[in-house]
């Protein structure tokens, strides 16, 4: 079983806190995604578990045994980075082999498991090659090859996909989600990319200035966004978000009226709501505005608009036609909208 506990993980450099107070719960096969902007802690919290940090505070338990004073090299963990870090004087298959020599693994198993970890990540055409001779894509597939090869009882992925062109991330991404579910092995995934964190995590960790905003599966903070904060980050674009005043489920802002609201909140609030949830009339509704940009995506159009001070972000159809400046409505069902605090950003029920 190789749960990993997180119990007030705090990493301190001098005054500043990297990480705050961490309490996280992975289940054994999950694959857990920590996301969050740059700085925000996600690194530091991989690397504490790995055994690469020390925590200041706290303990960490991978399958029930805290590990904080165990070497790295016990932890039983595999790591995968953004940096393939692969030898370059090594060929694909003595890359893959090495932490088998390392760690002593039984020579007489070594053939057996690297083939299996080659065959996994399909790079049998490859093997004789050294990593200069390899595309970006092949050059992580052999870093993950060399952390499969160990089959240890937990992944730990620093943004493995953020060197490879964006085609290529797609494909490697899937291939990813494929590979940990076939090999059922509980993954920490670190990403600042929420398409990558919604597409491959059972559960997702948002984090901001070291402290988590939100834990919940992909779902779960698409649809209820625990704050401002969460709100803004997933989903693309990301949800609009008005100032405004609440009273009676009518909600005013600049150029905008919301009404039928079901909620008996008064006073000042920010509202939300997605592009893709709304919808966009020349005639009327509920946002008056002007034509910002628009954007064909295939399927849509996203029109960005100017209302009051706020630039929205609307779906149109892909026919919709206007040009930049034009007078627009969009369209916000009461249903659709989310409700924040104006002075904490919490979520209002
Ligand atoms: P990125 O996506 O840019 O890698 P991250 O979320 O992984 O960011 P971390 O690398 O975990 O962020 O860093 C968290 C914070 O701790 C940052 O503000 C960083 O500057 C700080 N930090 C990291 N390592 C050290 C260190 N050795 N000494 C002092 N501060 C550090």
Redesign the pocket.
Known sequence: MATITLRGVT?R??Q????KSLDLEIADREFLV?L????????????MVAGL?TASEGDILIGGKRVNDLEPKDRDVAMVFQSYGLYPNLTVWENIRFPLKVRKVDPSTHTERVQRAVDMVELNDFVHRKPAELSGGQRQRVALARAIVREPTVFLM??PLSNLDAKLRVSTRAQIKNLQHRLATTTIY???DQIEAMTLADRVVV?N??AVQQVGTPIEIYDRPANTFVAGFIGSPAMNLLSGEISEGVFTGDKVRIEGLATNHKGPVTLGFRAEDSGISTAAGEISAQVYSLELLGDCTIVTMHAGGALLSVKAPKEFRAVIGDPVHATVSAAICHLFDATTGERIE
């Open positions: 990493k450099w001098g500043f806190i990297g990480v920590l969050g902007p740059s700085g925000c802690g996600k690194t530091t919290t991989m690397r940090e620093d943004e670190v990403t600042h984090m200035a070291g």
